[in-house]
């Protein structure tokens, strides 16, 4: 029949991959927030890689007839009471909270999509259960949950990571079991269904990709929570061991000097405060970037 | 064309209990409340024919193709496909046969997965064709229904409505299903795109042999398109005939009404009469006697009592007039 040979010579389609290809690159840098959080986070990164080679000094080592100083051509922002330089301090903290952040949130990323999808998919008793531990942990202030485990399991960057993991595994499943009930309900996952595919197939590639963004987003909120939560740690003593450099525990060391030497504790602040807002524009950015609506 | 029935209806019911929690009925006294969303249908579709099933919003089409599917159990009755039954709980074998087409191409494509991914998931798991096969069984699938190779590696983000309408299509037939169900296919889609997804389905018919029931809520999409049209009205068949005699010769008030409200250029004559006042009855609470009296212009004092069954009136080459009217030999002419 001539029918479908008009039809087609009617409907054909343009060089849709390179006009994509184009576009989703154009979205890159017209998105202001995911540039600058790729800057901030980027530069961050790039001081807590390069820390042996940027920093001046040794951020351990005491040298105390320098302490206390004031910035100088030998020390930038100074030194602490132990003599040891602020700014070497400072970029071998980047290496100590950066990673702790960023791994801290992988953890519980992983665990609570995983249990989420599972929830929202299957639903039944185990999504009965599974939203009731939810709410129990929900009931409790983040930070207190994290400082009392902490305070449990003794000092140390091995129980920080254990218990932000357990305590914040349920933002996540509560975040991705919420968006599989949404998405299990489009036509696409019935049509997935009546093409025979297993439930593993069908939660893994085609419900997942789809609610993952969320989880991202919220990720990247939770790492400057994270950071917080370690500075927090640090400043309460019972975070990172000391002497590593750590900027919470920088910040504890400094404030008893606000009054004479206010850098020592200002100082490593607004660096918690930029990293913070680097990470979170970075999140705003990849959400716009992430968006369904991006990808046409 | 055989006459062969590929897939039966047999007798098929749906309710839902929308009771409230036990408690409360207990407390206040309530009995249950069921919704009747089919009740009794029965229905055949013969091999490559184009059956349309017709009738308004709530009238239990899209329950019917989701029982159809194996996406809801069926209260009662059971569909039955090349003479044996088929459950409800389907295996990969037994889902591969019935494919769907859904109502709104922009919910019914993943959008993450190129056209290329979706179908050679689909090809691959049922091993349609030889693995080495697989792209030029995509190329095929997408040249069937009139798009070119471009469009495998783009997302559905990139179409517009009719073409991922056609997707849809060539997504339900990379299985190479016996029946397909098209669920109100061309509704949501501009008028002058609705015209070339029926002329989609019509060569697809005419080229495979397919096997359709086409859903719309509107007779004006169906009468070029299918052989032969059934009219459901809450929860029941109510006239079934082939598409010529269905509009020649329409022996059930409610398929007048849908004849009649197809808008025509021109048209001064006293069809509006016809046209059913108000909403269809409560499906919590059917009337007695035949469902459509309330409504119905014809209405006589045995209409209000009987419940009328599905009975054949007359055979026109090979095809059966069934009306579930008390009056389908003597309607008259005009109210």
Redesign the interface.
């Known amino acids: 029949m001539t029918a479908a040979a008009e039809v087609k010579s009617r409907f054909v389609g343009r060089r849709r991959a390179r006009r994509r290809s184009a576009r989703s690159l154009r979205a890159w840098y017209r998105n202001p927030s995911l540039m600058a959080g790729i800057v901030v986070v980027g530069a961050l990164v790039l001081v807590a890689v390069l820390a042996p080679v940027l920093a001046p000094y040794d951020p351990i080592k005491q040298n105390l007839p320098d302490a206390l100083q004031d910035p100088s051509s030998a020390h930038w922002l100074g030194t602490d009471r132990y003599g040891r330089d602020v700014l070497s301090r400072l970029i071998w903290g980047a290496r100590v909270d950066l990673r702790i952040g960023f791994l801290a949130v992988l953890i519980p990323f992983v665990i609570g999509s995983v249990i989420g999808a599972l929830a929202g998919y299957f639903g039944g008793w185990f999504d009965a259960v599974v939203m009731r531990v939810v709410d129990v942990f929900f009931a409790f202030p983040f930070l207190v949950m994290v400082i009392t485990l902490v305070f449990v399991l003794g000092a140390g960057e091995t129980s920080i990571y254990l218990a932000i993991a357990i305590v914040s595994w349920v933002a996540y499943a509560k975040i991705v079991r919420g968006e599989v009930l949404v998405v299990k309900e489009h036509d696409y996952v019935t049509g997935a269904r009546l093409g025979g595919l297993s439930d593993r197939r069908i939660l893994f590639r085609h419900i997942t990709p789809n609610v993952l963004s969320q989880a991202v987003i919220y990720a990247m909120s939770d790492i400057v929570m994270d950071i917080l939560a370690i500075v927090t740690l640090g400043y309460l003593g019972i975070g990172v061991t000391p002497p590593t450099a750590e900027w919470g525990s920088m910040i504890l060391d400094g404030q008893e000097f606000l009054t004479t030497h206010w850098l020592q504790a200002t100082i490593p602040g607004l660096v918690v405060v930029v990293t913070s807002l680097g990470v979170s524009w970075l999140g705003d950015g990849l959400a716009d970037l992430m968006s369904p609506e991006q990808r046409r | 064309m055989t006459d062969a029935p590929v897939l039966e209806v047999d007798d098929v019911a749906k309710t839902y209990d929308v009771s409230a929690p036990l408690l409360q009925r207990l407390f206040r006294q309530q009995q249950r409340t069921l919704l009747t969303a089919l009740d009794g249908v029965d229905l055949e579709l013969r091999r490559g024919e184009i059956l349309a099933l017709v009738g308004e919003s709530g009238s239990g089409k899209s329950t019917l193709a989701n029982i159809l599917?194996?996406?809801l159990p069926a209260t009662r009755g059971q569909v039955v496909q090349d003479g044996s039954a088929i459950p409800a709980r389907?295996?990969?074998?037994l889902?591969?046969r019935?494919?769907?087409v859904?109502?709104?191409p922009y919910?019914?494509?993943?959008?993450?997965?190129t056209v290329r991914a979706m179908l050679s998931?689909?090809l691959r798991?049922?091993d349609i064709v030889p693995r080495s096969e697989v792209r030029k069984e995509c190329l095929r699938l997408v040249?069937?229904v009139?798009?070119?190779?471009?469009?495998l590696?783009?997302?559905p983000?990139?179409?517009s409505g009719?073409?991922r309408q056609?997707i849809?299509i060539a997504?339900?037939l990379?299985?190479r299903p016996d029946v397909l169900i098209a669920d109100e296919p061309v509704s949501a889609l501009d008028v002058s795109v609705q015209a070339?997804i029926l002329?989609?389905f019509?060569?697809l018919r005419?080229?495979l042999g397919l096997t359709i029931l086409f859903i719309a809520h509107n007779l004006a999409v169906v009468q070029h398109l299918c052989q032969r049209v059934a009219v459901m009205y809450l929860g029941r068949i109510v006239e079934v005939a082939g598409t010529d005699e269905i509009f020649a010769n329409p022996r059930h008030p409610y398929t007048r009404a849908l004849i009649a409200s197809i808008p025509r250029m021109g048209d001064t004559s006293g069809a509006a009469d016809l046209v059913p006042e108000g909403e269809p009855p409560s499906p919590y609470d059917l009337p007695t006697g035949c469902r459509y009296h309330p409504r119905c212009p014809f209405a006589e004092a045995q209409c209000r009592e009987l419940d009328p069954s599905l009975r054949p009136l007359s055979e026109s080459a090979g095809r059966v007039h069934l009306s579930a009217c008390l009056r389908a030999s003597d309607l008259p002419e005009s109210p």
């Open positions: 599917v194996g996406s389907r295996d990969k074998e889902s591969r019935i494919q769907m859904f109502q709104d919910s019914s494509l993943n959008p993450r997965l998931e689909l798991v049922h040249s069937l009139g798009l070119d190779e471009d469009a590696d783009a997302y983000g990139q179409f009719g073409q056609r849809a997504r339900a990379a299985v070339t002329e989609l019509a060569s005419d080229e």
